[in-house]
């Protein structure tokens, strides 16, 4: 017979099995007619969204629950005719919609979508609207084909008004036996921050920082296709590139795009429109917009830089980011900020964009469209007219005492 401390403990650790039991995420999986899986994933995601109610906006966040499962709309595909699509219902109504697309070597979600019901008040209490909605967006989710799609780190991905957080995801499509791959391919987010160098067995002199060019000259960058222009933009590039060096050090350089060094060309479809950079500093340098159909919003999805640094430790340096919300604008109307704006494309990769204007998709007569000014430019003038006020109320003070002053300066000169 057991003693009553050995009793105790087992109990104890049935408990914390369950628990554990209770608390593991279910995974998602996708057969086809046979019963072969084609997709299966495995992670957790959580949605910071906001909504309108009759007292004003609300913030709200929304964790995919554990009992979350696949719709039979899910599909493997029909090879040349359709792609594979996870679809994960939960709550009353709402949709986590995964698209996948592949070509040789690489597979991916190439959409995103997310259908929520505003309907649900038990998710939207006092919605000032009812119904479906549905935000969609690309993604960087990619992976060679046979292997898994692994990133614990967390990943973000903006879909209009909607923050998707995917958390510890393994994810595999076009599967070729019906468990996931042993091979893995890793997102960025786990990479190891190449800005991050060994330790030196020996103290080092810092090396002096690399001199700061002056700002780029402004260039203008049309793009056009059979339906005439579909790209106007004019703006001054500049490329920061964090890299570690033949002798260990880790240093950040910074170029300009010289537009008399670079040649230019793109393309245009109805869902994207790219502008190619080649020469110079460069041997690729990619702008790629992408449009929100539901919001009749462009903005720069993508950019790609492909180049190469002599003094380098890996002299090839390649950078790509797919998943950017930047230079935003209504449909037909053109973005503008003067001010320097930085776009952060990854951990050792930015771009600087000077004096921007920038119109995608809809442009007309070859002429930019209505101006929509960015936040910073907004907020600089501010500045002048909260300065403006604060003269004009002090010069007002002063007036109003100086004739105080006057008055009563008068007033002691009365006769008797």
């Known amino acids: 017979m057991a003693a009553p401390g050995d009793a105790r403990r087992w109990q104890l650790l049935l408990l914390l099995l369950a628990g554990l039991m209770h608390g593991a995420s279910s995974v998602f999986v996708v057969k086809n007619g046979n019963g072969t899986a084609c997709i299966m994933a495995d992670f957790s995601a959580t949605f910071l969204m906001n909504y309108d109610t009759k007292s004003g906006s609300k913030n709200l966040t929304l964790d995919l629950p554990p009992d979350a499962e696949v719709l039979n709309t899910s599909s493997c595909g029909k090879e040349n005719t359709s792609d ?3 679809m994960i219902a939960f709550g009353s109504g709402h949709t986590l919609t995964l698209n996948f697309t592949r070509n040789a070597t690489r597979y991916g979600v190439q959409m995103l979508s ?13 919605a000032s609207s009812k119904g479906l909605k549905t935000v969609e967006s690309t993604t960087d989710i990619r992976a060679d084909i046979d292997k898994k799609y692994r990133c614990v780190s967390s990943n973000q991905i903006h879909m209009n008004n909607i923050t998707m957080t995917l958390r510890d995801a393994t994810i595999q499509a076009y599967l070729s036996s019906n468990n996931f791959s042993k091979e893995e391919t890793h997102c960025k987010q786990d990479d190891i921050s190449p800005t991050t160098a060994p330790p030196s067995p020996k103290p080092t002199t810092r090396p002096p920082p690399s001199p700061v060019p002056e700002n780029p000259s402004v260039s203008k960058y049309n793009v056009s296709g059979n339906n005439g222009t579909c790209l106007l933009a004019n703006m001054g590039i500049q490329l920061n590139i964090t890299y570690e060096k033949n002798d260990n050090t880790t240093v950040t350089r910074v170029f300009n795009i010289n537009p008399n060094d670079t040649k230019a060309s793109g393309s245009c479809t109805s869902h994207s429109v790219v502008l190619e ?17 539901s919001s009749s919003r462009f903005f720069l999805q993508e950019i790609q830089l492909n180049t190469t640094l002599p003094d380098a430790r890996e002299p090839t340096f390649k950078a790509v980011n797919s998943s950017l919300r930047a230079l935003q604008a209504t449909v037909g109307n053109s973005y503008r900020c003067n001010a320097e704006e930085s776009i952060q494309v990854t951990k050792a990769f930015s771009v600087n964009v000077f004096k921007v204007w920038v119109q995608a998709f809809k442009v007309e007569g ?9 936040q910073l430019d907004e907020n600089n003038m501010l500045i002048p007219i909260a300065v403006g006020g604060a003269l ?25």
């Open 277 to 293: 950079l080649r020469g110079g500093v460069v041997t690729l340098l990619v702008f790629s917009f992408g449009m929100n159909a």
């Open 392 to 416: 004009a109320g002090l010069v007002l003070v002063v007036l109003i005492a100086y004739l105080i002053g006057r008055k009563r300066s008068h007033a002691g000169y009365q006769t008797i």
């Open 114 to 126: 997310f259908v929520y019901n505003l309907s649900d008040t038990d998710v939207f209490p006092n």
């Open 366 to 374: 070859d002429k930019f469209g209505s101006v929509e000014e960015c």
């Open 84 to 86: 594979p699509s996870l």
